[in-house]
């Protein structure tokens, strides 16, 4: 019989960690109300301004994320649930998300509507080159885009990589 139980928590101990979320490195983090449910591990800043502050200090691109409080798209759920995104956010990028617009007029480079996702370098230039699927909102994302926002994420890492060796 104890063999038994051992066997079934062991098994219990290995389905549960192959269903966990994504925790960071420092370990797991207490959830922020700057989420706003986007990823409550992940460091958020307050502003815009902060946010470029940290993106050069810390020497990482800056996402930022205009939504509305409650996305209509599920964008939300999926994005939070997807642990690849979530680590890289968490590893490589300074992330913002916004539910009002900035006085940055380089943050809607094609109109103002959510949500979209815009990538900013270490030298605070807006990314109009890092852009979504879809030709008329060219930086919007819906819940089936996820591979082409890790894409994404993934070019504005290498580009600033790019930038720092030239």
Not at 20 to 47: C, E, F, H, M
Not at 86 to 106: G, H, P
Request: glycine residues 4%; aromatic residues 8%; charged residues 25%.
């Amino acid at each position: 019989m104890t063999r038994a139980a051992a066997s079934l928590v062991l098994v219990l101990v290995a389905l549960s960690s192959t269903f966990t979320k994504y925790v960071p490195k420092s370990g797991q983090r207490i959830p922020q109300s700057l989420s706003r449910g986007w990823g409550d591990q992940l460091n958020w800043a307050r502003t815009y301004e902060e946010a470029l502050s940290m993106s050069r200090s810390r020497n990482k691109p800056l996402m930022v994320l205009f939504h509305l409080e409650d996305c209509s798209h599920s964008l939300k759920k999926v994005f939070a649930r997807n642990d690849e995104i979530q680590r890289i956010l968490d590893e490589d990028f300074v992330v913002l998300n916004l539910m009002q617009e900035t006085a940055d007029e380089n943050l809607s480079p094609d109109g103002k509507y959510v949500p979209r996702i815009i990538f900013v370098d270490t030298s605070m230039r807006v990314r109009d080159d890092i852009v979504g699927p879809y030709s008329n909102r060219l930086y919007a994302y819906e819940p089936k885009d996820m591979k082409h926002l890790l894409d994404n994420m993934n070019k504005a890492k290498k580009l600033l990589k790019f930038s720092i060796s030239s």
